[in-house]
T-cell receptor
């Protein structure tokens, strides 16, 4: 069966420090991968989308970047964190790009920037 | 612009009573529509989806949703709510190509014993 892992689960970082959140998927090949951010415990915003290794689409301009060094690994990074980067970050995967495919989400990583 | 909207920030219901969480859509063509649930400090879980065909869609945990094209709605329902149904519920649709789910603002459901 397929599983998705995110780590770390929680992270407290000072402003200006770097960030690396990691997401890995097991039990499937060539998944579509997604990073979402949930601010203030409510709305979800798609940040990045990837259909393959090295193929990243940025959905909104921001202080963050994403990379996909391996088929089932998706990394969210920042060189210098801002206070506004605080939030709950969710990784997700789906099979293919058909709009009716279900997204499966990881448990999330909660980032607090102080 | 295409979107889904959840007009209620919070819904309060007594345990055992029917639960309805509202969603309206503004999506061209034949929309694909989804419902997800999020329990505290957890990721989202898929409940159900509408693609085509029968307007009444049955999903996980006893939930169902009715696609209504004339009212452009896709309300989530459960005949008898449980305290464990207390969570944040999201309506969503895939934006453009690539299965990029776009979510409504979410509705917090509180089921009181």
């Amino acid at each position: 069966s397929q599983t998705i892992h995110q780590w770390p689960a929680t992270l407290v970082q000072p402003v200006g420090s770097p960030l690396s959140l990691e997401c890995t998927v097991e039990g499937t090949s060539n998944p579509n991968l997604y990073w979402y951010r949930q601010a203030a415990g409510r709305g979800l915003q798609l940040l990045f989308y990837s259909v393959g290794i090295g193929q990243i689409s940025s959905e909104v301009p921001q202080n963050l970047s994403a990379s996909r060094p391996q088929d089932r690994q998706f990394i969210l990074s920042s060189k210098k964190l801002l206070l506004s980067d605080s939030g709950f970050y969710l990784c997700a995967w789906s099979v293919g790009s058909w709009g009716a495919n279900v997204l499966t989400f990881g448990a999330g990583s909660r980032l607090t920037v102080l | 612009a295409q979107s889904v909207a959840q007009p209620e920030d919070q819904v309060n219901v007594a345990e055992g009573n029917p639960l309805t969480v509202k969603c309206t859509y503004s999506v061209s063509g034949n929309p694909y529509l989804f419902w997800y649930v999020q329990y505290p400090n957890r990721g989202l879980q898929f409940l159900l989806k509408y693609i085509t065909g029968d307007n009444l869609v049955k999903g996980s945990y006893g939930f169902e949703a009715e696609f209504n094209k004339s009212q452009t709605s896709f309300h989530l329902k459960k005949p008898s709510a449980l305290v464990s149904d207390s969570a944040l519920y999201f309506c969503a649709y895939p934006k453009a190509a690539g299965n990029k789910l776009t979510f409504g603002g979410g509705t917090r459901v509180l089921v009181k014993p």
